[in-house]
């Protein structure tokens, strides 16, 4: 007589007291982290973004301005010193050999003027560039974006396929340049990840991912703790003050003025100077 082998009944998982605990903890720290990246990138993205848009319309182009009579009272002092060593030496003063030295000198100072062009432009560029978001529409996008990044963040999930990491790419693209639709779609294709607790080990896995998740969260408030000290953030407080916007354009324009008379003395300067020489 044939005799039926039962199933095997499923082996049970015992799980460690502190499981919930510990399980309760990481999904806290995941929680944390998500608002804290979303406040990163909102500050890189958004928030300086903007604070150095109205601060470039502002005040931009009179501190372009600042700089540029800065550097060309550097450069005229610089070309009056050229000139008056040569004829210290007695040498013949060729002005085109001492403009090329002060082309090689002054490079640099150059390349930080077209760096200002450049943030002006940006500045131009986003102030150009469609209808601004409503209260609403920028809470609902902060909304939405901080739930693809509890699903999508590379960081806080390391098992993300290809397709997943490009689509969460998509999703900083598309915060980065408000595009609230895109956001709403990719949010509406997402949900959130459920941590596996029929794994053996489960609670060695929740302790690794304690730590690992502890350590990026120290990580990103020390970043986003480095961009509030930083240009742009730090003319937050200008930029929403018109009495601190008034006060730092009279600053730049008695500025402007002291550059302005020291090239008008240079440039005399360099013009009696080049009478002796001829």
């Given amino acids: 007589m044939n005799h039926q082998t039962p199933d095997t009944p499923p082996k049970l998982v015992v799980l460690h ?3 919930a605990k510990l399980q309760a903890d990481v999904a806290k720290i995941r929680i944390e982290l998500s608002m804290l990246v979303l406040e990163r990138d909102d500050l890189i993205f958004q928030e300086c973004k903007n604070i150095e848009m109205a601060y470039m319309l502002s005040l931009g182009a009179l501190e372009y301005k600042v700089y540029e009579a ?8 610089r070309k ?7 004829q210290n030496r007695q040498e013949k003063v060729i002005l085109s050999k001492i403009e090329d030295t002060l082309e090689r000198e002054f490079a640099e100072y150059q390349a930080k003027l077209d760096k200002q062009i450049d943030k002006m ?5 986003r102030n150009r560039h469609g209808e601004p978001l409503t209260d609403a529409e920028s809470r609902e996008m902060k909304q939405l974006y901080r739930t693809i990044i ?5 960081d806080l999930n390391p098992d993300l396929s290809a397709a997943q990491i490009q689509l969460f790419h998509r999703a900083v693209e598309a915060y980065e340049h408000g595009a609230l639709n895109d956001l709403r779609i990719i949010s509406a294709m997402v949900s959130e990840p459920a941590t596996p607790v029929t794994r053996s080990d489960a609670l060695a896995v929740l302790i690794k991912e304690k730590e690992r998740l502890t350590l990026l969260l120290q990580h990103v408030k020390k970043i986003i703790t480095e961009i509030k000290s930083q240009y742009p953030y730090t003319m937050k407080a200008l930029v929403q003050s018109p009495e601190k916007t008034a006060a730092r354009k009279a600053e730049l324009e008695e500025q402007l003025q002291n550059w302005g008379e020291i090239v ?3 440039t005399a300067r360099i013009e009696e100077l080049c009478k002796w020489a001829t």
């Fill in 264 to 266: 008008a003395a240079y």
């Fill in 70 to 77: 800065e550097c060309a009272a550097l450069r005229l002092k």
């Fill in 17 to 19: 007291p502190d499981f």
């Fill in 80 to 86: 009056a010193e050229l000139i008056q060593a040569q």
């Fill in 150 to 154: 509890k699903v999508l963040h590379p």
């Fill in 121 to 125: 432009n940006a500045a131009l560029d």
